[in-house]
């Protein structure tokens, strides 16, 4: 696959526990939200999104927290699987063109 | 991945030479772009189009065109290749927003 991820942050979880991921976005006014997840070799797949007027939503096992006063964004992964093991990406826009801005990623390596 | 096709998947070619990558998309959808991943940078916006002739620059778009004549296809085109364009290349398609964005499997091209 590419190597897409040669100096990214690493966050390694054992399996079973819950996962945590960053992202600082850059633009006050974007309104909405998105994380990707991507593996090797693969485009991004859609996770989940958030849109600016709500702080917590939740998906299967995912949920992302938006935090506007500081430009936080986190993802949170309920009892992390195998599978889970990839490249996070936030991504962020702010305007109906839905032209998002990409934060560098995460990668989440899930150790069994 | 949502009907979305690339074409080619990998590509080598000699610096200075044009090169034309293809995404095909059966969605039907109004919105398509253009990404380049790169190491360190996640994705970065090249161009998008926002129905059939109408495209706009993206933030990174110096050294690239793009056509879109139907509204299944988006063309990027690299008139006159770089090694700086060595690059993973990916295509995506969205409804009007805010809404999430599907991604294509990528285009690996290499300038030589």
């Known amino acids: 696959g590419e190597s897409v991820g040669l100096h990214l942050p690493t966050l390694s979880v054992q399996e079973g526990d819950n996962s945590i991921i960053n992202c600082a976005y850059s633009n006050s006014a974007s309104d909405y939200f998105i994380w990707y997840k991507q593996e090797s070799g693969k485009g991004p797949q859609f996770i989940i999104d958030i849109r600016s007027n709500m702080d917590k939503r939740q998906g299967q096992r995912v949920t992302v927290l938006l935090n506007k006063t500081v430009k936080h964004l986190s993802l949170q992964i309920a009892a992390t699987q195998p599978g889970d093991s990839a490249v996070y990406f936030c991504?962020?826009?702010?305007?109906?063109?839905?032209?998002?801005?990409f934060g560098s990623g995460t990668k989440l390596n899930v150790k069994p | 991945d949502a009907g979305i096709t690339q074409s080619p998947r990998h590509k080598v070619t000699e610096t200075g030479t044009p090169v034309t990558l293809r995404c095909h998309q059966t969605?039907?959808?109004?919105?398509m772009y253009w990404y380049r991943q790169d190491p360190g940078h996640g994705l970065r916006l090249i161009h998008y189009?926002?129905?059939?002739?109408?495209?706009d620059k993206g933030e990174v778009s110096d050294g690239y065109s793009v056509s879109r004549s139907k509204t299944e296809d988006f063309l990027l085109t690299l008139e006159s290749a770089t090694s700086s364009q060595t690059s993973v290349y990916f295509c995506?398609?969205?409804?009007?927003?805010?809404?999430?964005?599907?991604f294509g499997q990528g285009t690996r091209l290499t300038v030589v």
């Open positions: 995506a398609i969205s409804a009007p927003g805010p809404t999430e964005a599907f």
């Open positions: 991504a962020e826009t702010l305007d109906n063109f839905n032209k998002f801005y």
């Open positions: 189009s926002y129905g059939v002739k109408d495209t």
């Open positions: 969605e039907n959808h109004r919105y």
